[in-house]
């Protein structure tokens, strides 16, 4: 948390790299805005600075149009302090249509600590929070899209779209109408920009994906990354597209519904870890050491869609190489995946998606060439997804034969995208240590991303 001072410093010099770290809001206009926002500076005496967009909401301010505070890459104070909240804003910014009762079931708590964390952490309710999101997601995709007003409602978690339009008047004093800005008509894709904070080191990112690529389900480009998807019923594909000079991705979708939109856009940020907080995390990681020199910053966890498909990627790569990996997972999606219908594939390079637990679970995997132990295993894994209702609870596989903690670790750190898994029993990373000793446990909670530049260096020695 900064200063009055520093918050004064950030917001007169518009400096990018304070863009969503906080927010400003002006008392005599009741607009909220990004420290970057082009228009004249208030002064000192007429603003009040608030960690979040919606803790600004709460207290009756409206989102600037001029500089969109809703676009401003997330980053809350309180990341990485409280495990539990850091959840639970997860499963709440992933979907608007959880349940706050289900929240805490997944959470393992009870509604009224739930209550208690958010009033004390957020400085609202979890249903104030929620309720907030889903305005801001709305505006959004009016700002964003030519998704009819209905739909945004459907995707945004409303239950139509004159509830939209009473909460937006009521919270924000303007309505969806106001908002949207002439679009052309209703295309069968959406068209999204998707800001970043630089450094944003693609080449990286995109080399790291397109080793790991499955051929007819992913596809990797000089500037782009696209792959098929599925949560739930909503299946289709996603192109993302990486503009330099922008400091953003255009994302292209097209799926077969909107109601797991939001949910669908989560994942797209999580793979391409668009919403880190670079700077900060590099501090920590020179801390520990290591040597981070221009070519290697900006470097970002590459995750994996979902966590089954990041824990059959890790049983698959046990003891065996990048490629043979990659060999083995392009024989599992093309004989258990299920063809992508050609409406909601881009071309005919992309026509699969990967398989669900159950294909798995129900299939003896004989035409995968490996070991008999590690099919039971995958079979077995495969199992324990269908019975679990809680994806999240990758601890739990410690219970199945032939998944260790290594594999747990690799998919909580892709599949979930978790920031302080430090894989230091790595054999890449032991060799590397061997030879340029760190500390570390400096880099906490940054461990993900020193795992990362430790492979990295590898790779260039």
């Not at 969503?20 to 990004?34: E, L, Q």
């Not at 850091?86 to 249509?97: G, V």
């Not at 002439?182 to 999204?192: A, D, G, R």
Request: a positive charge.
């Amino acid at each position: 948390m900064y200063t009055e001072s520093e918050y004064r410093q950030a917001r007169l010099s518009r400096d990018a790299r304070f863009d969503g770290k906080f927010f400003v809001a002006v008392k005599t206009t009741k607009i909220f805005c990004r420290p970057i926002c082009p228009a004249p500076s208030p002064k000192e005496a007429n603003v009040v600075y608030y960690q979040t967009a919606p803790q600004a909401l709460n207290e009756g301010f409206r989102p600037c149009l001029r500089c969109r505070p809703d676009s401003a890459p997330n980053s809350y104070a309180w990341k990485g302090v409280d495990t539990t909240i850091e959840r639970a804003i997860r499963l709440l910014s992933e979907s608007s249509f959880l349940p706050i009762n289900q929240i805490c079931d997944k959470l393992g708590i009870s509604d009224r600590y739930l209550r208690s964390l958010f009033e004390q952490k957020v400085g609202q309710s979890p249903k104030q929070y929620q309720l907030y999101q889903q305005m801001l997601f709305a505006k959004y995709l009016l700002h964003e899209t030519a998704l009819p007003i209905e739909h945004v409602a459907q995707a945004s978690g409303f239950q139509s779209a004159r509830r939209l339009q009473d909460i937006m008047q009521k919270h924000m004093r303007l309505t969806p109408k106001q908002i949207r800005a002439k679009k052309k008509l209703m295309q069968p894709t959406l068209v999204l920009n998707i800001p970043f904070r630089p450094p944003y080191n693609w080449p990286h990112l995109r080399d790291f994906l397109k080793l790991r690529a499955v051929e007819g389900m992913e596809e990797v480009g000089t500037d782009y990354y696209k792959r098929t998807l599925v949560i739930g019923d909503t299946v289709g594909y996603f192109i993302a597209e990486h503009q330099h000079e922008q400091h953003c991705f255009k994302v292209t979708l097209c799926l077969n519904e909107h109601t797991h939109l939001k949910a669908v856009l989560f994942h797209i940020r999580r793979v391409l870890d668009i919403d880190a907080d670079i700077n900060l995390i590099e501090s920590a990681i020179k801390q520990t050491g290591l040597d981070i020199s221009d070519p290697d910053s900006g470097i970002r966890l590459p995750g994996v869609w979902s966590t089954f498909e990041a824990g059959c990627r890790a049983i698959l790569g046990q003891q065996i190489s990048v490629v043979a990996a990659i060999k083995l997972l392009s024989k599992l999606v093309h004989e258990l995946g299920e063809p992508a219908e050609k409406e909601y594939a881009p071309d005919q390079s992309l026509n699969i998606r990967f398989p669900s637990p159950n294909a798995v679970a129900n299939s003896s995997l004989e035409f995968l060439g490996m070991p008999q132990k590690r099919r039971d295993s995958l079979r077995a894994f495969a199992e324990h997804c269908v019975e679990s209702a809680n994806e999240e609870n990758v601890d739990g596989w410690l219970s199945i034969k032939g998944v260790g903690p290594w594999t747990i670790n690799y998919a909580k750190m892709r599949g979930l995208s978790e920031p302080d898994i430090w894989l230091g029993t790595d054999l890449v990373i032991k060799k590397r240590l061997s030879s340029h000793p760190i500390r570390p446990e400096l880099a906490s909670p940054w461990g993900s991303y020193l795992t990362f530049h430790m492979w990295n260096k590898e790779s260039h020695d």
